[in-house]
């Protein structure tokens, strides 16, 4: 039997992996996507099929997190063996201009769907997009057991999807689980995310058509891991006989500095030269340090991160020069997630 996974936030750097590797492992795939006025798939183009196409593996239904009525019928249309939640909105600063809607959509837009999976009265297993966002001022190594302090209104969200995932888990015997990743980062990380931001910001200014990149914290501390990997970990975390939150994580700690440093040097220029300060790109409340202990999900599900950051800024250093190499047409990277092993993923 063919299995059929739901995904929120496919249209997203991990949806579009996620979609990827349950393809290449067979499933049927249904995602749900945004109504916009332009196209907003441009990171799944690469996999879909007319659906007229007897081949066709991929669906894509209209929709949204704040529509509960929605998520009822089509889950209850769709009878998924897994779903993921992978929708959000995921960016920290904004979540500090947009709280509401950040509240709205990362938080109680989990409690629509948990309920949407109870009164379809369907038994999928369901994945949690939680985050190390969730630690907080929680200082590192951070586990399964650290306590958490989040420190913006996307955390206090992700909070509330964390507990009511968890309490869904005790309450009616759901086969949900939190994945509690830490920062990870591809070429199809969202531009206004640090990484990318930066990534891109060395390709431009290599190619002569950017003079200087504005920048807020520096000193922050992330892990920052290889999207592609990850949701490997995701996938995992469902095939377990019994539903336990994991951390995924590097284990390494690198400042922005650090990544900064490293993707300039990957062009052969001096970071100094380019980068200026913008209190703009500051936070009310910053998270200074997360870096993950990963060792629960290497000892029961075998998952280890093999990509590195400094590997991780050359990959998408050299990505974006790819891209503005294909002058707009934006070029996506291909993983062979479907002979993902530890030990190689490139
Ligand atoms: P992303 O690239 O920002 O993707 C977010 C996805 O959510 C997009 O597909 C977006 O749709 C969708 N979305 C936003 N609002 C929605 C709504 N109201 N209804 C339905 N869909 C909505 O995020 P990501 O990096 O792939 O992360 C995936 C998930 O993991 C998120 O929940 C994020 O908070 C969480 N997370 C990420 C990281 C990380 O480092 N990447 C770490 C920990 C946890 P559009 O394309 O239409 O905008
Ligand atoms: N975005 C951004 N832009 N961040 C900057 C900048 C800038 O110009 N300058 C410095 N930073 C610092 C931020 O203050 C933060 O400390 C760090 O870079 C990382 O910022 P982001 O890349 O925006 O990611 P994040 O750590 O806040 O959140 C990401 O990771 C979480 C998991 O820990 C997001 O993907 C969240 O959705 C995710 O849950």
Not at 125 to 137: D, P, V
Not at 157 to 183: C, H, P, Q
Not at 249 to 276: C, M, N, Q
């Amino acid at each position: 039997m063919t299995k059929k996974a739901f995904i929120t936030g496919i249209t997203g750097q991990d949806g579009s992996y996620l979609a990827e590797l349950l393809l290449s492992k067979g499933y049927e795939v249904h995602g749900l996507i945004r109504r916009a006025s332009t196209f907003n798939t441009s990171r799944i183009d690469h996999l879909y099929v007319d659906p007229h196409d007897p081949t066709a593996k991929l669906f894509l239904h209209y929709g949204d997190l704040s529509d509960g009525v929605r998520l009822v019928t089509l889950l209850a249309e769709i009878q998924p063996d897994e779903v993921y939640n992978l929708g959000a909105q995921s960016h920290v600063r904004v979540s500090f201009d947009e709280p509401e809607h950040t509240a709205d959509t990362t938080g109680t837009g989990s409690i629509r769907l948990l309920e949407a999976v109870r009164t379809a009265g369907i038994r999928p297993r369901f994945y949690q997009a939680s985050s190390s966002e969730l630690y907080g001022a929680t200082p590192p190594p951070q586990n399964e057991d650290t306590p958490f302090y989040p420190r913006s209104p996307y955390g206090a969200a992700k909070l509330y999807s964390y507990w009511i995932t968890k309490n869904y888990r005790e309450a009616y015997d759901m086969f949900a689980v939190n994945g509690i990743l830490f920062n990870h980062e591809s070429p199809r990380r969202g531009e206004t995310f640090v990484t990318r931001k930066i990534t891109r910001a060395v390709a431009a200014i290599k190619a002569g058509t950017q003079e200087h990149l504005y920048m807020g914290n520096l000193d922050s501390v992330r892990d920052w891991g290889y999207a592609a990997e990850y949701v490997e970990g995701m996938w995992r975390m469902l095939q377990v006989d019994e539903p336990e939150d994991f951390v995924l994580a590097t284990g390494t700690a690198y400042t922005v500095r650090d990544f900064l440093r490293i993707s300039f040097e990957h062009v052969g220029l001096d970071w100094e030269k380019y980068v200026k300060f913008d209190e703009r790109y500051l936070r009310p409340t910053e998270v200074d340090a997360l870096v993950g202990d990963p060792s629960k999900a290497e000892a029961k599900l075998g998952w280890k991160a093999t990509v590195q950051p400094d590997q991780l800024a050359r990959i998408m250093v050299d990505a974006d020069i790819k891209t503005l190499e294909c002058a707009g047409t934006p070029w996506i990277d291909k993983v062979n997630l479907a002979s993902w092993t530890p030990e190689a993923v490139l």
